[in-house]
T-cell receptor, first 111, second 109 residues
């Protein structure tokens, strides 16, 4: 089966950097992705890592280490609008289609 | 460009009633998914489909059925609704990057 673990809550101040970790257990790993969800809204895609290393997209970066079954999402220059829930998800474009999500990390950005 | 559209957006059911949630996507995606989200919890996969005419069970399939008769549509059915099925249901499509609908909020009394 597949399972993902991430912290339930993280708090940081505006302008700071925060890292949200995700560890996973899966058979047939095909990539780790990250999604953002604001209260009452739909999840939106942030990034996808199929290979080891760092992927950067503006203020957000995502890292994957397949040997450690571990990844993280790095948010820099935090803004109030970054307050949201962040989910890691295991699966990808080459798998059987089954995409499982972690339980999510609620990020609270304080002034 | 509509993306992923879910109907209805809100519904209240009585225990034992049946209903169908419709998901439509206009991006020609092969993969489609139905998730449920409960307060304080993540997205749990109910059923998914890797192409027209195919469906597969996810993490929490009991009490739900699905059909994918057309590539652009993915239907989620509740044959006999139970209070435990009160939730927000999200449909998604895509591969690698998922595109989500706005959600369907279902209450079962």
């Amino acid at each position: 089966g597949q399972s993902l673990e991430q912290p339930s809550e993280v708090t940081a101040v505006e302008g700071a950097i925060v890292q949200i970790n995700c560890t996973y257990q899966t058979s047939g790993f095909y990539g780790l992705s990250w999604y953002q969800q604001h209260d009452g809204g739909a999840p939106t895609f942030l990034s996808y890592n199929a290979l080891d290393g760092l992927e950067e997209t503006g203020r957000f970066s995502s890292f994957l280490s397949r040997s450690d079954s571990y990844g993280y999402l790095l948010l820099q220059e935090l803004q109030m609008k970054d307050s949201a829930s962040y989910f890691c998800a295991c699966g990808g474009s080459s798998n059987t289609g089954k995409l499982i999500f972690g339980q999510g990390t609620t990020l609270q950005v304080k002034p | 460009n509509a993306g992923v559209t879910q109907t209805p957006k809100f519904r209240v059911l009585k225990t034992g009633q049946s209903m169908t949630l419709l998901c439509a996507q206009d991006m020609n995606h092969e993969y489609m998914y139905w998730y449920r989200q409960d307060p304080g919890m993540g997205l749990r996969l109910i059923h998914y489909s890797v192409g027209e005419g195919t469906t597969a069970k996810g993490e929490v399939p009991d009490g739900y059925n699905v059909s994918r008769l057309k590539k652009q549509n993915f239907l989620l059915g509740l044959e006999s609704a139970a209070p435990s099925q009160t939730s927000v249901y999200f449909c998604a499509s895509g591969s690698g990057e998922l595109f989500f609908g706005e959600g369907s909020r279902l209450t079962v009394l």
